[in-house]
């Protein structure tokens, strides 16, 4: 409530400002599959809206005020089915500027490291480089990055999770002609189960995290990104080193290649796992795109491959994508805890339309 009070009162002072937008995205989501649930459809179709207002007013040549706010809307069918029907604030932050700090406080997106696919530093976002709309869910926060020359950047945060308690983080980048480094921290005091990195390692009780990232730009791009997780009950290593290269060939073939190392240590067992991922994106002519992604967890031999062509325009992109992933009957896992949707099961073809005004 006192972060909506002191949003309220920013947004009444910059009212009478230099520029007003109105923007959205608009997302049309159709997909079928070979592997579905029982008693479910072999097609789903999803609309969502998220219509976006922003505010800004520079108080200086330096210094800059500005509030943005955005809405979610979003129906899901399974057949003739409703299966997700979201209506709910998406993001409002405050944010203001001068040429060496930013602050910002509000429901927002913090998202750092180097890695693309299989990222030990996804503590905080849903972000999925196989997503054309590039959404993610934020967390409440106030964030503060102080630029004290060209080559440091220092940033800190405070979190509210869901339960209304804190959680407190930091980090430091530092770039130089032999790459980019930075170290991160966090305390998170909640005792709520959370997950770590983007495969979802689970992680109980209150707990600390800490992180090294590198990233050189030469020859080839390279890069390394490590996380330790450690509470009372178990202890974490999340660890994945990449590289990628243009070839020189009409417009460019990027190819990229990660692998990660997983140590999971608890209570009731050790585990090590072991995660690669291959991607590869041309563009072709001015307004199409092709990307490959393949995806190994070598530990439980299950394969992930993910084909789109990309065609965009002006305002709109039209996006055909092809999946092939394990079946249901692979997961030693009851049906019931499986989601419904078709989406990451068996082979599946999806159209998605995104309209952006």
């Known amino acids: 409530m006192r972060k909506m009070t002191i949003i309220g009162i920013a947004l009444n002072s910059i009212i009478i400002c ?7 995205i608009l997302t049309l989501n159709s997909l079928t599959s070979n592997d579905i649930p029982d008693k479910s459809s072999y ?9 976006t207002l922003s505010i800004k007013k520079e108080l200086s040549n330096t210094n800059l005020l500005d509030i943005e706010w955005a809405y979610y809307l979003k ?5 003739d089915s409703l299966y997700e029907d979201i209506n709910k604030q998406h993001r409002l932050w405050l944010r203001y500027t001068t040429k060496k700090l ?15 696919i299989l990222r030990p530093l996804s503590w905080f976002d849903t972000y999925d480089v196989k997503d054309p709309t590039g959404q993610t869910i934020g967390v409440e926060a106030f964030r503060l990055k102080w630029f004290p020359s060209n080559n440091i950047s220092i940033w800190s945060w405070i979190i509210q999770n869901r339960l209304d308690t804190l959680s407190y983080g930091l980090r430091t980048e530092l770039s130089s002609s032999i790459g980019e480094i930075s170290l991160t921290y966090h305390l998170e005091p909640s005792h709520t189960k959370q997950t770590i990195g983007t495969i979802g390692i689970p992680i109980d009780g ?3 995290k800490i992180a090294i990232d590198y990233r050189y730009d030469g020859f080839i791009g390279f890069w390394n990104e490590s996380t330790l997780a450690k509470s009372e009950k ?3 290593i999340l660890s994945t080193i990449g590289a990628d290269y243009t070839i020189p060939f009409a417009s460019g073939i990027l190819l990229m290649v990660e692998t990660m190392y997983v140590s999971n240590n608890n209570l009731v067992q050790n585990t090590n796992q072991n995660y690669s991922a291959i991607m590869t994106s041309m563009p072709i002519g001015i307004m199409h795109t092709a990307m490959y992604i393949s995806q190994f967890d070598w530990s439980k031999e299950k394969y992930y491959h993910y084909l789109r062509w ?4 002006d305002s709109y992109s039209l996006n055909m994508i092809f999946s092939l992933n394990p079946k249901r009957n692979q997961y030693n896992l009851p049906s019931s805890e499986l989601p419904k949707s078709l989406l990451g099961f068996g082979t599946g073809i999806q159209f998605m339309f995104i309209y952006n005004h």
Do not use: M, N, W
């Open 75 to 79: 129906r899901h069918y399974l057949g």
């Open 234 to 236: 178990s202890q974490i």
């Open 18 to 24: 230099q520029e007003l937008s109105i923007r959205g």
């Open 102 to 116: 930013e602050a910002r406080l509000g429901l927002q997106k913090i998202i750092f490291g180097p890695t693309q």
């Open 206 to 208: 209150s707990h600390d």
């Open 43 to 51: 097609f789903e179709f999803g609309v969502s809206y998220v219509p």
């Open 310 to 313: 990309s065609t965009s325009f």
